[in-house]
């Protein structure tokens, strides 16, 4: 049975940090490229972040750059998100996923999602 589970996320002040851990298990987590994704309120679900299966390649969302670092620990079968400067706009639900293709950032190519973490970042 695949299961994500996120962790890591509360409720922070504007230019706090946070770390969220996406931890792996039933299928093979090296095989796959990962990411984080989001939904604020109101809002559709983005991208935030997504790593190769071997972490060698990242890319993230421009509203994140030099605020979030994407990373993952294939022998730990879990993926990272250290979130940095946080700001009210960050408010959303995170999501980690995985996607058999090799780099995607598009959600339809995930397969397996976890539940969610809930980061919320007051002014």
């Known amino acids: 049975q695949v299961q994500l589970v996120e962790s890591g996320g509360g409720l922070v002040q504007a230019g706090d940090s946070l770390s969220l851990s996406c931890a792996a298990s039933?299928?093979?987590?090296?095989?796959?490229?990962m990411g984080w994704f989001r939904q604020g309120p109101g809002k559709g679900r983005e991208v935030v972040a997504v790593?190769?299966?071997?972490?060698?390649?990242?890319r993230d969302v421009d509203s994140v750059k030099g605020r979030f670092t994407i990373s993952r620990d294939n022998a730990k079968n879990t993926m990272y998100l250290q979130m940095n400067s946080l700001k009210p706009e960050d408010t959303a639900v995170y999501y980690c996923?995985?996607?058999?293709?090799?780099?995607?950032?598009?959600?339809?190519?995930?397969?397996?999602w976890g539940q969610g973490t809930q980061v919320t970042v007051s002014s």
């Open positions: 996923a995985a996607s058999p293709s090799l780099f995607g950032v598009r959600a339809s190519t995930y397969d397996y």
């Open positions: 039933g299928y093979p987590f090296s095989s796959y490229s």
């Open positions: 790593i190769s299966w071997s972490g060698g390649m990242t």
